[in-house]
């Protein structure tokens, strides 16, 4: 496609001998001859042949002869024919399952209910009205405090100051122990009943619950556990706050330390797990007991008493226990009766606390969540920032050891494109503040992250080595190891049920696993990335939109579309016969044609192909598309609208003569016309390596294969211009088939993108299981064809490869000198006139490395592709002469200076 590509520079040589020249002509002669044989061997003569060439160079004639003489079992066969659509084999003659001819009438009945069983389904435009999920009426019994408050420091904040704890509990009622004991049993539970009804906050009440307890049962020291983990999972346990409490004790002195119990261990583990008191007279002749607390406080239990605290359904949702009676006596049955009376109450209480502290705390979570996305979506300049955002401020409030964000590649739902990760200790480190987060640092778990991809489940593992998802190998050679994993999808707002990316939490805190509470808050906080993300995506996408805008102004400023009376102009003339062209000729050259004849000739191999007639393409806007096309090639010396054509030209020759047409479809067969035709739209006569060294705006705007991704912009922006959208009839189906065979095709003329892929190529031509119907199979053939038409030149009788190679050594020496001129960069040799005489050498040396083995893997593949490969032998021998005698030039040269 590009330069590069273009068939090598050349040199005019010595003179062929005479016999040489008669030679080649009688040889050409005789390939010609046998390529018009092998096109028409399958169905026709060549006496029909030139038939058909006369019928194409007269259509009044075979039109008034279709009206005289033509049958309407030919006409409706016509009509049959060409109402399937693209893609659609057909017979000529319509038969039923048993061989015979069907009559039109039930060739049309069929026709009608295929029709009639395709419809497609219609779709309802507007927008759907909003369904309310709730008024703002409805906070006006509780109202609501102002959203945005401001800090001391004077920074904004969603986090309202806590409420006055007094304003909740009331007045504390407490009594004295001596006052208490005045009382009866009845009116000494209803008073410390009243003392704890009104406390709503969580360790307030159970540090009064213990006390009265204490008062209650004349213990020496009282604890209360709570149930904490999941209910009805293996991860529940009891944790308290409040441990060893006395009657003189307060609150803060209390909740200072943390206590766990696992569940159904020891003595208060097990009445939490059965539901059952206990009361136990000498607790270390109980198996249960675990003696390892007395150790470590110094403190000798004797005697405990443990009972539930359950709810109003009955489930417990902690756990009390006394210690001691005091004056070295035991707990009594009645102890018991009152310690489980009074415990009743206290379940109520505390669920009721417990109810308004998730209430509390759903509130600061939403207050959280509103102030990461505050931080989210304060700057989205890039990707980089705001995925080091999110993990900071993820690392912050899920406290483990490490974050990473893996992001999801469009074009496959379980693979990643970028993998963003940040570590605790990063956050510690002043250096990484306001930079980016690191990339691709640590092995990325594939079994687990491309399940929550692939499915958009949530995934939370206690231990990574019992889950078969994970892949132990990351662990290797590595001295962190994966602990606990808590893997969570983010999905895109717009489109619920898609993943674009997922969160990775690895190892929490102090061994502990990620609860259900972990997962709540990373799921709600994932909404928030995906939408941050996805604003990031599209601002990006607005600023290589605006990039694109600059470039399409700089050619539209060059460049304008074909004029309407041009189109009618051509639209009018006749167009020749493939045969009076040598369109099916591998030895064709446009030297000898006009312009205007080469767009005629473009039409010839669209109306030869019928695919004006299969996909309905207006004749008007197709002359006009033409015209544009050849008016969107620059004036450069080699890579123009001619050079263009005679690709088209070649691709036409190889389907036509091999028939490959028909295994490639005629959707595969317009996107290859198209492409060849539009390959190197705007061509500068400079290569890809040159935009880069300028610094053109096309190598920002396309990292790889920059000047093939400009000809297929281009390509797209004349197709969608309106006169010239020649796909204006064709399904949104076909079109995409369509866009997608015409970018691969555009994008495979880049020799980058045949050498990446000439070795699969070979490889399949050479085992002979070529699949035409599998769509790799095809891609990989296309490009071979795209590659082999785009140097084409090479495959030329020498006399035309001669004046070829001039014109592109003559755009060689032009992309050097801009670089010695404007660049001050030394061009390669192939480029540089200073090595001009050496490029016969440099001929032979393009032919040996890239040319021969495309002709060589397509003559194999079918032997009416052997005229290509002819023709690439005899100009390297013609090359390689002409390099050896300017070598044996120099080489007298060198003699007569001695």
């Not at 024919?81 to 693209?86: E, Q």
């Amino acid at each position: 496609m590009t330069a590069d590509s273009s068939g090598g520079s050349a040199r005019k040589g010595g003179e062929a001998t005479k016999e040489k020249m008669e030679r080649d002509e009688l040889e050409i002669q005789e390939d010609t001859e046998a390529e018009g044989q092998d096109y028409f061997s399958e169905n026709y003569s060549v006496e029909l042949a030139r038939m058909e060439a006369c019928l194409d160079e007269n259509p009044d004639f075979f039109q008034d002869y279709l009206i005289r003489k033509a049958s309407r079992q030919m006409i409706d066969s016509w009509l049959v024919a060409h109402s399937l659509p693209p893609g659609h084999t057909h017979p000529l003659s319509p038969r039923s399952d048993d061989g015979t001819d069907l009559n039109p009438s039930t060739q049309m009945s069929r026709l009608l209910f295929r029709s009639l069983s395709t419809g497609s389904k219609s779709t309802c435009s507007g927008g759907a009205t909003p369904v309310r999920k709730i008024s703002a009426h409805e906070f006006e019994k509780g109202g609501l405090t102002k959203p945005w408050v401001t800090t001391v420091d004077g920074t904004p904040t969603f986090l309202t100051q806590p409420i006055n704890s007094s304003e909740l509990t009331g007045q504390i009622r407490k009594k004295s122990r001596t006052d208490l004991q005045s009382l009866d049993e009845a009116e000494l539970i209803l008073e410390l009943v009243k003392d704890i009804c009104n406390d709503l906050d969580v360790r307030s009440l159970c540090h009064k619950i213990l006390q009265n307890v204490g008062i209650l049962t004349d213990a020496d020291r009282c604890s209360l556990f709570l149930v904490a983990g999941d209910p009805g999972t293996n991860s529940q346990y009891l944790l308290s706050n409040l441990f060893d409490v006395s009657s003189n004790s307060t609150v803060e002195e209390i909740s200072k330390n943390e206590i766990r119990v696992p569940w159904g261990s020891g003595i208060v583990g097990h009445v939490a797990k059965t539901g059952e008191s206990c009361n136990v007279a000498d607790c270390y002749l109980d198996s249960r007991f675990n003696q390892d607390i007395d150790e470590m406080t110094g403190y000798r239990t004797k005697s405990m008493m443990c009972s539930p605290i359950k709810d109003s359904n009955g489930d417990v949702i902690g756990v009390s226990q006394v210690i001691n009676k005091n004056n070295d006596g035991y707990f009594s049955k009645n102890d018991e009766t009152v310690f489980e009376k009074y415990l009743q109450f206290c379940g109520i209480g505390l669920r009721n606390a417990q109810i308004y502290e998730r209430s509390q705390l759903e509130v600061k979570r939403n207050q959280v969540l509103l102030d990461l996305a505050g931080v989210i979506f304060q700057e989205q300049s890039t990707l980089e920032l705001m995925i080091h955002r999110i993990l900071t401020h993820m690392l912050s409030f899920i406290q483990c050891e490490r974050a990473m964000v893996l992001l999801v590649h469009e074009g496959s739902q379980s693979t990643f494109s970028r993998v963003f990760d940040l570590e605790q200790q990063d956050l510690d480190d002043d250096q990484i503040q306001g930079k980016s987060a690191h990339e691709g640092r640590f092995p990325v778990n594939v079994g687990i992250t491309g399940y929550v991809a692939a499915t958009g489940e949530i995934v939370n593992i206690k231990n990574a080595y019992e889950d078969p998802r994970f892949d132990i190998s990351v662990d290797s050679g590595e001295k962190f190891k994966h602990s606990t994993v808590l893997a969570m999808p983010i999905k895109y707002s717009g489109s619920p049920g898609k993943v674009i990316g997922v969160f990775q939490l690895i190892n929490k805190f102090d061994n502990l696993p990620f609860t259900s509470n972990d997962e709540n808050f990373v799921e709600a906080f994932a909404i928030f990335c995906g939408m941050g993300i996805s604003n990031v995506k599209m601002y990006e996408s607005a600023n290589l939109a605006m990039a694109k805008q600059q470039v399409t102004l700089e050619v539209l400023s060059y460049h304008a579309i074909a004029p309407l009376d041009e189109a009618v102009k051509l639209s009018r003339q006749k167009v020749p016969s493939a045969a009076s062209l040598q369109l099916h000729s591998f030895q064709f050259d446009d030297f000898s044609l006009e312009d205007g004849d080469t767009l005629k000739a473009s039409l010839r191999m669209l109306i030869d192909l019928d695919l004006i007639n299969r996909f309905n393409i207006d004749y008007l806007t197709l002359c006009r598309w033409l015209c544009s096309v050849r008016r969107n090639y620059r004036s450069v010396t080699y890579h123009n609208w001619r050079h263009a054509h005679n690709v088209c030209q070649l691709m036409f020759a190889i389907i036509t003569n091999t028939t490959w047409w028909k295994k490639l479809g005629e959707i595969e067969c317009l996107s290859l016309v198209i492409a060849c035709l539009c390959h190197d739209l705007d061509h500068r006569g400079t290569n890809n390596s040159f935009q880069i060294k300028s610094s053109n705006s096309l190598a920002t705007l396309y990292s790889t294969s920059t000047m093939e991704h400009h000809h297929f912009d281009q390509c797209l922006m004349l197709l969608n211009t309106n006169g010239n959208q020649i796909l204006g009839n064709v399904s949104k189906d076909e079109f995409k088939s369509v866009i997608q065979v015409l970018e691969d095709s555009i994008l495979a003329t880049d020799l980058a993108v045949y050498f990446r892929r000439r070795g699969e190529t070979f490889k399949l031509l050479e085992s002979g299981n070529l699949d035409w119907g599998n769509s790799q199979h095809r891609s990989l053939i296309r490009g071979l064809l795209m590659t082999a038409c785009d140097l084409g030149a090479i495959t030329k009788p020498w006399e035309t490869q001669k004046k070829i190679a001039r014109l592109v050594s003559d755009e060689f020496f032009y992309q050097g000198d801009l670089e010695k001129n404007e660049l001050h960069l030394s061009p390669i040799p192939m480029m540089d006139r200073a090595y001009k005489d050496k490029l016969p050498a440099m001929q032979v040396d393009f032919i040996d490395q890239i040319c021969l083995p495309v002709y060589n893997s397509l003559a194999n593949t079918s032997d009416h592709l052997k005229p290509m490969l002819n023709g690439c032998q005899k100009n390297r021998e013609n090359w390689g002469n002409l390099a050896t005698t300017k070598e044996d030039n120099e080489d007298d040269k060198k003699k007569e200076k001695q």
